[in-house]
């Protein structure tokens, strides 16, 4: 991360970028060149007695993603041209977030604090996928990322809340729709949604939260269905010697109300990264997710399948590695790859065959080596100024 101090104004800057060959398996498989990136500027400014932060977050997936989406085998969510998006990660929108923070010292050991974004992330589910440590070196999204953290991008968030020694209470009312398929403008803006966090972090290596929101009208080829979702997570990031170990337990839950009726969906996913003598990292992500969406109505009729909205439980278990080639303090190049393993029901053998397995192979730019410590709580929308941590 580049810092640089302007007057009274403290400015940072952070980026990654992913690009490379991604070979998806199985009969639904493709083999595509595409990136994942985003860009995140901020800046710190002391007002009156508290901290103002602004941040911006944007992202270039719009033009580096194949049309329709970066194809990744079992996920689910969004759409394009009118139609369900399955076997493919949306891409994210160009303006990711939008926001400005007042933080406001209350006491030595607390804080309120103030949220605004358009887009921006209301208090609900755990750090996004792309901005965890345990995720780092991964350059797919997860396959609960509808059960878990899709809220990152909001059209419109309001969060209020407290920091008391170990602890973070918020809450937000939110726009609940998912961003639409035009990834280049601004969504509509609808105060229609809510959610609260409580996060407890007892030291710089433990952040664990719980969370519970609700949301109208999430997707747009439902636009009765409204879910309740219920998140928890914990996250342990240590530092050693050269080195750093970062891993995420999440666990995610939508129960959905339409017209038709009520349903769970949940999601697990353990994650972790490594990396050792300074150049090398091992990642591993290991996921179930109940995925609904997986079948056209193509596919039900050729599976015997009358449900429109069958459930099937998904394994995805990926291991891989990363080595930094070229790391100075300004720039990090690494060359890395991935492969992807599954456990799914006999029933969609058809589909996805009997074993399928993907691989990626790809190189990483980002800022030169940063200090990955958690620094106590952390993430969301309403991430602490530095200089504004609770003592313990």
Known sequence: MYYKVAGDWLLMFHF?????????????????????????????????????????????????????????????????????????????????????????????????FTYFGYPGEPALGPVAFMHRASASENPSATLAHHLEDSTHISFGVVTTGFTYRWFKLEGSVFNGREPDENRYDFDSHKWNSRSARLQFAPNRNWVAQVSYGFLRSPEAQEPAADVRRANASVQYNRSFNRGNWASALVWGRNHVSSSGGTHNLNGYTFESTVNFLDKNYLYTRLELVDKDELLRASDRALLGITDDHPSFRIGAYTFGGVRDIWDTNKVSLAVGSDLTFYSKPAILDPLYGQRPVSWKLFFRIRPGKMDMSMGGMHGGSSSTPPDQQPKH
């Open 16 to 112: 990654n970028l992913i690009a490379g060959l991604n070979r998806q398996g199985g009969p639904r498989g493709v083999t595509k060149f595409d990136s994942q990136n985003w860009f995140m500027p901020m800046a710190y400014h002391k007002l009156g007695r508290g901290t103002l932060q602004l941040r911006g977050m944007f992202s270039a997936e719009p033009f580096t993603f194949p049309p329709g989406g970066s194809p990744l085998l079992f996920q689910t969510g969004e759409t394009y041209k009118g139609q369900p998006l399955i076997d493919k990660q949306h891409p994210h929108d160009l303006f990711m977030e939008l926001s400005a923070q007042y933080t406001l010292p209350v006491g030595e050991r607390a804080t309120w």
